[in-house]
């Protein structure tokens, strides 16, 4: 969302770059003398690089972020120019390319969020939610996990989170276990 806001800010279409802007940033009423206006803020190793990018003003010199090889700095750049390159693809009608994308994000996307008491367990809220969704990794079971019994023994969760090694590449590396599939002319030349 906030690419796109930089790519309509860089086309000139600042009301719509506005609506955008809206849905990531809080407004300046609501956090008076906060250091960030952002809505949603990571918790774990993104979270300087994160910030670095959502804060930046339009246009973002991506190159020039102190986190520029950082994964979510490399998206954000990616988004924007994916926008831009979507918006010049017709220059006769992107204006109502803006207006559809704008419109698409602020009215036809739906984002929930989910606030939670004292005594309910995040990490068994996690683990049910995404049991319906996008298949956990082995990391993010283990993190779910270490979680969960840091809890279970009274422990600051938070105070733990930069600690662990999870999100290193050994950690986010695929990796396949077992026998591998073969191709018929592979399995028919070995077999017989």
Known sequence: MDATAAALEAVGEDALAGQI?????????????????????????????????????????????????????????YFTGAVLEWLDSNADGAAQRAQALTGALTRGLQLV?????????????????N?????LTAADLIRNFVFQRL???GADTRAHLDDLPFETDFWEKEVSVGAT????????????
């Open 131 to 135: 049991a319906r969704g996008t298949p």
């Open 21 to 77: 802007d809206r849905l990531t940033q809080n407004e300046d009423i609501y956090v008076p003398g906060a250091n960030t206006r952002l809505k949603l803020r990571h918790s774990n190793r993104d979270r300087h690089s994160f910030d670095e990018v959502m804060d930046a003003e339009a246009p973002v010199e991506h190159e020039t972020l102190r986190h520029s090889a950082a994964r979510v700095v490399r998206a954000h750049e």
């Open 151 to 153: 809890a279970a023994e």
């Open 113 to 129: 969020a989910i606030n939670l008491t004292v005594n309910e367990n995040s990490q068994e809220i996690f683990e049910t939610l």
């Open 181 to 192: 599939p073969c191709s018929e002319a592979r399995c028919s030349s070995t077999s017989g």
